[in-house]
């Protein structure tokens, strides 16, 4: 016959377990979706990245461009 000390440690030793089963079960489920998830935000961050170079380097040129107006170059 077990204690009802025993029987608590049991308790706790078993739902221990079972919360681990089911972090196990969700982790392997959803792994693989969160690392694709990652991944695609990485590209579009990448991509952003780059327009936001284009960007600058046009906004760079158009400055130029006004210089050049604004002394006279393009008469």
Do not use: C, F, W
């Amino acid at each position: 016959m077990m204690t009802p000390e025993h029987q608590h440690l049991a308790t706790l030793v078993y739902a221990k377990a079972l919360r681990k089963q089911i972090e196990e079960r969700v982790e392997a489920k959803y792994l693989k979706r969160i690392e694709h998830l990652v991944g695609a935000n990485n590209e579009l961050m990448y991509e952003l990245e780059q327009r936001e170079l284009e960007l600058v380097t046009i906004e760079s040129e158009l400055v130029t461009v006004e210089k050049d107006v604004m002394e006279g170059e393009y008469e």
